[in-house]
């Protein structure tokens, strides 16, 4: 019984996790940036890039790393909005 429950529990979980692995991105029209945020060493900001600027980062990284600096303000993200 113990695995029948547990085989009902991961069906019920498998659409959701499906659903996650097919939705579709957001890109929007224009970088989008979050409030900056902060520990006690650095300063972060999330930025949603567009289709383009997502496209040119996957063939910098091979989509196996982060940005570095000089990479990131290469393709237009800034720290600052301006």
């Known amino acids: 019984q113990q695995g029948r429950g547990s085989s009902q529990g991961e ?4 659409p959701l996790r499906a659903a996650e ?3 579709m991105p ?5 970088l989008e940036y979050s409030e900056k945020y ?5 300063e ?5 890039l567009t289709r ?6 996957l063939k ?3 989509a196996n790393r982060l ?10 993200v800034q720290q600052s909005r301006g």
């Open 26 to 30: 957001h890109y929007p029209d224009e």
């Open 44 to 48: 972060y900001r999330h930025v949603i």
């Open 52 to 57: 383009v600027i997502a496209k040119e980062m």
């Open 60 to 62: 910098i990284t091979q």
């Open 11 to 14: 069906r019920s979980a498998d």
């Open 67 to 76: 940005l570095e600096e000089d990479e990131w303000r290469r393709i237009g």
């Open 38 to 42: 902060h520990d006690d060493r650095y």
């Open 21 to 23: 692995r097919t939705a």
